[in-house]
């Protein structure tokens, strides 16, 4: 069976914004670059509107971006530049967060 | 149909010191039944902290647990897995002057067992633990201590005994057992029925209910062990962590989840204890204290067992001192992973030999046998 | 006489409001913890405050119910003692553990409602832990809470009536929706119509939302099994397959599920007996038909005691608020009776109903099969179906607690929600057995992960013995 045909240009993010975009932004850091939210993201949805990844998995280390949106799966901690850890889908993004997708130390 | 058996040994209790007498007695050419209530290793043995631990035992225990210690060196070829056994090293934490005279001085009463205790000031802790809170002052290390995963290890003794040719019976409680002079008859429920000359007695916490039945009840209850354990996380903990006096301790398993102890929790019913929110509030108040790195971490879970407790929280074993055949090996009070193994041998010793080459004469039942007051079984 | 403490209720859906309601009706004042920081629960789930969308772009047809749910607890606001953002993480006899804004602390009851909902039910396929894959229940969590679609082409994949009222929600707000993939066939839903039929406005809605997708363009499959996603880093492409062989379609997010999962956790740390439902496919607690469980002064209703839908959740919840009432000396007057009695009226149609949604979309009865080896089935601890089939035949485990604490599966933070449906189907496959008889995971507290107190100790707990 042969690989799928590309779907066009691959947006870079995972979330499509549909609706609610007038609201105010909120800057967060992500990876060490500086992105902006919207007032009422969740974490989840702040950083997948920016691109893929939430965290690694602990023992594959393959990439993983959430997955109940519920705070059931527990699969969306993602941890902050100081070592906290926070459930993504279930806290919102706040001004000054600085988020990151992988542990220091990791590739 | 009842089924009928006639073997040299019967044992009630499957976890791992029934598990490992099994095992020995077979090694020994005798043929053996093990019967477990419920599933081999699923009790205490299964669901304990991990600890292989001979240092911070009372001396009563050392040769018992030196011999375990080499039992365990050979854990894989003896039971076919390594069930995450790792001697990581076991620091035990002082957290004041006289808890370092404490341990001092059980390092020179301990001397001889071949446990290389050294003691750790503060400086030299502070540089190779820079992850311990800032009250130890200071601790006793034994490097070849370490913990392994008592869910891998307790079942595969079992497992081991069956290949060697043990039959095992597990959801197989042991409801009614006599002695007639010469031999014992056990019985569950209709569907079986063993007679053996000899009878172990490994039921863990419930033990106590066959000692009464052969008139040498015991003052013993039962408690429940709380550990609670974390999400993975980076590993820290380079070796196995009690603390002097009391209070919690914490290993971190290969995996990266850290399994923290220290609080007591409840039965739900006969067979089955769970933490209290006490228990959990208790884990949660005092491990950052000693493990900082702990501070954003989180409790995923925890889970308690039942234990078995003789007054001076020494075991039970040894002969009967009522009938003949009857050997007991029960009671560690929540200290029975490391030294099981060699209570195992030793049982099986008592069987063949009459005697064990182990020192055991602490832990005659007889020493019950005065006790003007027994308090009502703590357990079923 | 009046219960000693005020009655507790645990969630604040449509079940929980509609008990809240009840009991404030009858002047008493009860708790409400609520884990989400607005009430509505998951079906009826508000998004944040200053949000702008319409209840109607928010909930469709169901808007007015919405509506009325939401009203109903602003109603009573005053009267009860609404604790929202808090999370039940322990039950015990006469007490709950709760965390709030990383503070732990109990609250104490002698009478509790536990109306805990639902998750969805999941069956996985190759590659569902990529990055782009979530819940049918999340994709909607995104859209309605988030204004967001989950990506920029959908495939939505599975059985259940969320599978097409969430494409539906998704090609209305202007998603693009690649395909809507129905583990059932058409024969299936054809059988179940006469049972539909109890429900017949709700019967109405669903064939709706299906030709609403047929008329806008949507592309609607029956009788599939899904494959595998493929893509390195992320979800690039579903692969499937049908009676006419594999299928490969392009797409950057998959949103899958079977029909929801009861969260019973609560009621299990609280010794209710339980029973295994059929029906459900599950171990659930058992209730009388007012909600009483096994437990007096527990009582059980909604999604969380067994999938019954929304408008079923209501009339749960307000039947146990008066089973409550009536067992604590408020008996029920001649109306309340009579209530009483229409709410357990409807609730036996709804029970009619769901053996009908379930012959419309039946469990894929083969999926444990058709598992590969290599297919993650717990995410958490990442143990495959593989590892679940070697620890069975290496160890003879034939137990579900037995088998997790053999190779770890429902061992991770999830404590099984997300795969303790799927490791019962491949233990009970490869031993021989079926579904009911390999057990079920316990509720261990804290359910759900509890942080660190990053307090000083030197409290007067008693010193224990280390290991």
Redesign the interface.
């Given at each position: 069976?042969s690989?799928?045909?590309?779907?066009g240009p691959?947006?870079a993010s995972?979330?499509?914004?549909?609706?609610?975009?007038?609201?105010e932004p909120v800057p967060f850091t992500l990876d060490g670059r500086a992105c902006h939210g919207l007032?009422?993201?969740?974490i989840l949805?702040a950083v997948l509107?920016h691109g893929?990844?939430l965290r690694h998995?602990?023992?594959?280390g393959?990439?993983?971006?959430?997955?109940?949106?519920?705070?059931?799966?527990?699969?969306c901690?993602i941890l902050t530049a100081?070592?906290?850890?926070l459930?993504a889908?279930?806290t919102?993004i706040a001004p000054g967060m600085n988020l990151r997708t992988r542990?220091p130390g990791d590739a | 149909m009842t089924e009928k058996r006639l073997v040299d040994a019967a044992i009630i209790g499957g976890g791992i010191v029934g598990s490992s007498a099994a095992l020995a007695l077979r090694g020994m050419g005798l043929s053996v039944m093990v019967l477990e209530r419920d599933l081999c290793g699923a009790h205490s043995s299964g669901v304990n902290y991990g600890g292989v631990r001979r240092q911070g035992r009372p001396l009563t225990q050392l040769p018992l647990s030196r011999r375990a210690h080499g039992i365990w060196g050979r854990l894989r070829e003896l039971i076919g897995i390594d069930g995450e056994y790792l001697r990581s090293g076991h620091l035990k934490i002082a957290r004041s002057e006289a808890d370092l005279a404490s341990l001092e001085a059980y390092r020179e009463r301990s001397a001889g067992y071949g446990m290389d205790l050294r003691m750790i000031g503060a400086g030299v802790l502070r540089a190779q633990y820079p992850w311990l809170g800032a009250r130890a002052i200071g601790g006793s290390y034994c490097p070849q201590d370490g913990h392994a995963n008592p869910r891998l290890v307790s079942p595969a003794f079992a497992r081991a005994a069956a290949r060697a040719g043990a039959d095992i019976r597990e959801h197989c409680p042991a409801d009614e057992m006599e002695h007639d002079g010469q031999c014992f008859t056990v019985s569950s429920g209709t569907a079986l029925q063993v007679r053996s000359r000899f009878l172990l007695n490994c039921a863990g916490a419930w033990a106590g209910t066959v000692a009464r039945r052969f008139g040498e009840a015991v003052p013993m209850v039962s408690a429940h062990p709380v550990m609670a354990v974390t999400e993975p996380l980076d590993m820290f903990m380079t070796l196995s962590l009690g603390v002097e006096g009391g209070g919690i301790y914490g290993r971190q398993a290969p995996r990266g989840n850290c399994i923290i102890g220290g609080s007591r929790g409840y039965a739900i019913d006969a067979c089955r204890a769970r933490p209290g929110h006490e228990a959990i509030a208790h884990v949660l108040q005092r491990s950052v204290e000693l493990l900082p790195a702990l501070r954003h971490a989180h409790i995923i879970r925890a889970w308690s067992g039942t234990e078995g407790y003789l007054p001076d929280r020494e075991p039970v074993i040894g002969h009967s001192a009522t009938t003949p055949g009857l050997v007991h090996g029960f009671g560690f009070a929540g200290a029975g992973f490391q030294i099981g193994p060699a209570v195992g041998e030793v049982l099986a010793e008592l069987v063949r030999d009459g005697t064990s080459t182990t020192p055991i004469a602490a832990f005659a039942i007889s020493r019950f046998a005065d006790a003007a007051h027994l308090p009502p079984e703590g357990g079923p | 006489m009046s219960v000693q403490v005020p009655p507790v209720i645990v969630g604040a859906g449509p079940a929980g409001i509609r008990a809240a309601q009840a009991l404030v009706g009858r002047g008493l004042r009860p708790v409400m913890v609520d884990e989400a920081p607005r009430w509505g629960g998951q079906i009826y789930r508000q998004p944040p405050a200053h949000f702008q969308r319409s209840k109607k772009a928010l909930y469709g047809w169901e808007s007015g119910r919405a509506d009325a749910v939401h009203e109903a607890m602003s109603g009573v606001l005053d009267r009860v003692d609404y604790r929202p953002d808090t999370l039940v993480w322990n039950a015990e006899a006469g007490h709950l553990d709760l965390l709030h804004q990383g503070r732990t602390s109990t609250l104490a009851y002698s009478q509790l409602i536990v109306a805990s909902g639902a998750t969805d039910r999941i069956l996985p396929f190759i590659g569902w832990t990529k990055p782009g894959v979530y819940t049918l229940g999340g994709a909607q969590v995104a859209l309605k809470y988030q204004g967001c679609a989950i990506g920029s082409k959908v495939v939505f994949l599975g059985t259940g009536p969320l599978l097409y009222l969430i494409a539906y929600q998704y090609a209305l707000a202007g998603a693009n929706v690649a395909a809507v993939l129905d583990t059932a066939t058409l024969a299936d839903q054809v059988a179940a119509a006469p049972a539909l039929l109890a429900r017949p406005s709700v019967l109405a809605k669903g064939l709706y939302y299906l030709a609403w997708l047929r008329a806008h363009g949507v592309r609607l499959q029956g009788g599939v099994r899904a494959l595998r996603v493929l893509g390195d880093a992320r979800t690039e492409a579903l692969v499937w397959a049908d009676a006419r062989g594999e299928h490969t379609l392009a797409c950057d997010a998959v949103g899958f599920g079977y029909a929801l999962r009861s969260e019973t956790q609560l009621a299990d740390l609280l010794g209710c007996r339980f029973r295994f439902d059929d029906l459900a496919r599950a171990w659930l607690p058992e209730r009388d038909v007012a909600g009483r469980s096994s437990v007096p002064g527990i009582y059980l209703a909604g999604d969380g005691v067994g999938i019954m839908g929304a408008d079923a959740a209501e009339w749960a919840g307000e039947r146990a608020a008066l089973a409550l009432l009536s067992d604590n000396g408020h008996a029920l007057d001649a109306p309340g009776r009579t209530r009483a009695a229409a709410l357990e009226r409807r609730l036996a149609g709804a029970a009619r109903f769901r053996g009908g949604l379930e012959r419309a979309f039946p469990f894929p009865l083969r999926w444990a099969d058709q598992a590969p080896d290599e297919l993650v089935v717990c995410r958490c601890e990442e143990v495959t179906a593989g590892d679940l089939r070697r620890t069975v035949s290496s160890t003879g485990a034939t137990e579900l607690n037995r088998l997790k604490a053999f190779c770890r599966v429902g061992m991770g933070r999830c404590q099984g929600r997300m795969c303790a449906a799927a490791a019962a189907e491949i233990l009970a496959h490869c031993s021989g057995q079926q579904p009911a008889q390999v057990g079920r995971l316990r509720g261990q507290a804290p359910v759900k992960p509890i942080p660190f107190m990053d307090c000083a100790p030197a409290d007067s707990l008693p010193r224990e013995e280390s290991a």
């Open positions: 069976m690989d799928p045909q590309p779907i691959t947006p995972q979330f499509v914004r549909l609706a609610e975009t007038q609201r007032a009422g993201d969740t949805t509107a893929l990844v998995a602990d023992f594959s393959e990439a993983r971006a959430g997955f109940c949106l519920m705070g059931a799966c527990q699969d901690w100081g070592g906290q850890r459930r889908c279930t919102f542990r | - | -």
